[in-house]
């Protein structure tokens, strides 16, 4: 039933595999390894699927070995996750001496029949399983058993004290009625309305040693509410003395009376200089029209200079030496500090973020029972940063898979081991698999003669015109021309706000002496088929020699389904080089329902046989989270693709790359 089994160790020797001549599966372990093992993913259990096949794996942290299992994905064999455990016991066991010695030269050719032995033990305990009848649940595996005395004890509280209230409403009720009957004759005369608006406010009645008001206090408080609404009601009649409370009326109450404007009337001079919307009209502050006053500004003449050359990357804020010594200061030897120092740091009333586990474990050998405390802190404090909660989750799933069966040192605690291992972590998923080098890319398509082309999705509100913006001006000032796609046919203003952003660029950069100008926009208005408006900016951008074509699109939400198809089709049809999603870094749970279904639409959604799905990811708004910056943690995860840009503020240089190590600093901080 099994196709395919090996073990290899963490660095690629493969120590035993069956059947040992077949190199059919070597693209999906190889899959496996990328998008499981190197990602982080590998605590969850779930089976890893590549084309038709299904994947399971066993890690041995000990001696770093990873055992994996493949067979179709068609099968629902239940026996796996056994066959998992024993076979990695059974060749712990037999082979122990080599592996602790590292003395792999003398092969393991022996283990064929142990092999045969454990499955073959395997597939009879499931088919006895699978004919044995259901049993019941005992007492102890149900709810019921788990629900302790105090809950019952509470539970019962509960009822006793609505019997005690429903018995006491009577004899209140009463006394409401007796004081409404005497409030009447007590309440003082209506008082003035300017009086009446400011009623006397009595102390806060004390209460009873029971926490109840006693009869006394009620009645009084009933009198004085009693008195109010009399007051409101005196309020509401005119005051001979009001002040008039609008401008049109006079100190003596007589309105003024207005111009009456009738339609069709001569307009003033002042009333034509306000409906004036010519051209050469001056519309600045200062009287100057937004190109001169763009050209003129030498903040952006400065920002050119600035702009050159690949982004900079996030500065890494510095760690107070308090701060970072509150976690391992007790414990933690000076090896172990500088290990962790990326992720040192922290306060908390607790003396750091693992205040509360400083004991020491020696040299002993780590299981889930010491790992879930510190687990349980570290996927609060995740989720805490804005790390989505299921995203959360699996990351301390998977650092207890790489931990678990590990020996730490005498000078090592749980919460510096654990730290160690989501900071590998957290570095390891930020870490692109590939890198988009959008400058080299551009270079290599105007070589072939076409332009480099660039679509920008994502839902409402993001930033996606203001970051395709800052987009334009850094490849601008890099020396590529630039073409803006207006594909935003759907929301009004989206081809003026890109105007906008065009014309300040052109002033920035004016034409060269041939009269070609480093960006241009194209837009056919609105609703056209967003596609048809890609497909002819593109064909515009080869005739005219644009080196790239930035592609904006409208805002959707991920459920919109005719808006993700238009999407899809955009994509499809226009083939583009680059798909970047746009997302904000204030989004938290939200990023792996948007990426998911993103992804999903264009995939399900698109005409060709192999889909163009998400690329990269563009990061918005990040200098509005201070501290929590755990987006970024939840989009690369859910994706498995890099952030290319981060945008910090509200200029066209306030465009950065990702720095992993100053994200993972803020995070576990």
């Known amino acids: 039933m099994l196709d395919f089994f090996t073990i290899f160790s963490r660095g690629g020797l493969v120590l035993w595999c069956f059947p040992s001549t077949s190199t059919l599966f070597t693209s999906s372990v190889n899959a496996l390894i990328r998008s499981v093992l190197l990602q982080e993913r590998g605590g969850g259990g779930d089976a890893f699927c590549h084309e038709s096949l299904a994947l399971r794996h066993r890690l041995d ?27 990695h016991r059974e060749f712990r066991d037999k082979y122990k001496n080599e ?22 033990a395997s597939e009879s305990a499931a088919r ?38 429903t018995k006491s409403a009577p004899g209140a009720k009463s006394a409401k009625n007796g004081a409404s009957a005497k409030a009447p004759a007590k309440a003082k005369p209506a008082a003035p309305a300017a009086e009446s608006k400011k009623p006397t406010e009595a102390p806060p009645a004390a209460a009873g040693s029971n926490g109840q008001l006693d009869e006394e206090t009620r009645l009084r408080n009933l009198e004085r509410l009693a008195a109010k609404k009399l007051g409101g009601k005196a309020s509401k009649q005119p005051s001979p003395t009001a002040v008039p409370s609008t ?8 309105r003024v009376k207005q111009k009456t404007v009738w339609a069709g009337s001569k307009l003033s001079r002042a009333e034509m200089e306000a409906l004036d919307r010519s051209d050469d009209k001056p519309t600045g502050p200062n009287g100057a029209s937004d190109a001169g006053e763009a050209a ?6 400065k920002q050119k200079r600035d702009m050159i050359g690949d982004l900079k990357e996030l500065s890494v804020q510095p760690v107070d030496s308090a701060d970072a010594g509150d976690d391992d200061s007790d414990s933690d030897g000076a090896a172990d500090a500088g290990n962790a120092a990326p992720a040192a740091g922290g306060k908390s009333g607790g003396g750091g973020l693992f205040g509360m586990f400083r004991g020491l474990v020696g040299s002993k050998t780590l299981n889930r029972e010491d790992l879930a405390p510190v687990l349980d802190k570290m996927r609060d404090h995740l989720v805490a940063k804005n790390v989505a909660a299921e995203i959360a989750g699996k990351l301390c799933d998977s650092v207890a898979a790489r931990l678990e069966g590990r020996t730490v040192g005498a000078f090592s605690t749980v919460a510096s081991t654990v730290r160690s291992a989501m900071t590998d972590a957290c570095l390891q998923i930020l870490s692109p698999r ?49 073409l803006i796609a207006a594909c935003d046919t759907f929301r009004s203003g989206a081809v003026e706000q890109l105007r906008t952003h065009v014309r300040r660029l052109a002033a920035a950069y004016p034409p060269e002496s041939d009269g070609s100008s ?36 409208a805002g959707r939400m991920q459920d919109n389904e005719p808006l993700m198809r238009a999407l899809a089709k955009l994509v499809s049809v226009n083939e583009p080089d680059l798909v970047l999603f746009v997302g904000e870094a204030l989004v938290g749970n939200e990023a792996v329902d948007q990426l998911v279904k993103f992804n999903q639409s264009l995939a399900d959604m698109s005409q060709s046989e192999q889909p163009h799905t998400i690329d990269g990811i563009v990061l918005t708004k990040f200098d509005t989270v201070d501290d929590q910056v755990g987006a970024a943690i939840s989009m690369t995860y859910i994706t498995g693709q890099p952030i290319v840009f981060v945008g910090t503020g509200q200029t066209y240089t306030d465009l950065k790359a990702l720095s992993a190590s100053a994200v993972v600093n803020t995070l576990l901080r």
């Open 128 to 165: 006895a399983n699978a004919k044995r009848p259901k049993e019941m649940r005992t007492y102890v595996e149900s709810e019921k058993s788990k629900k302790t005395v105090s809950s019952m004890i509470v539970g019962a509280e509960q009822p006793a004290a609505a019997s005690s209230a």
């Open 61 to 87: 942290n000990e001696y770093e070995l990873v055992f994996v299992v493949c067979y179709q994905k068609v099968l629902q064999l239940n026996y796996v996750d056994k066959f998992l455990d024993d076979i």
């Open 434 to 482: 590939r890198r988009v080098d959008i400058l080299r890319d551009a270079l290599d398509a105007k070589a072939r003669g076409r332009p480099y082309s660039i679509v920008m999705c994502g839902v409402n509100g993001v930033g996606k015109s203001t970051n395709l913006a800052k987009i334009a001006f850094w490849l601008i000032a890099n020396g590529c021309r630039v």
């Open 99 to 120: 592996l602790t010695s590292g003395q792999f030269a003398a092969g393991f050719d022996d283990f064929q029949s142990v092999y045969a032995q454990v499955l073959q």
């Open 247 to 254: 401008g049109s009326e006079t100190g003596s109450g007589k």
């Open 518 to 553: 480093y960006v241009e926009l194209y837009e056919k208005g609105y609703g056209k088929d967003p596609a048809g408006v890609a497909m002819e900016a593109l064909r515009y951008a080869s005739t005219k020699r644009f080196n790239v074509c930035l592609i904006d699109t």
């Open 296 to 301: 003129a500004d030498p903040a952006l003449i």
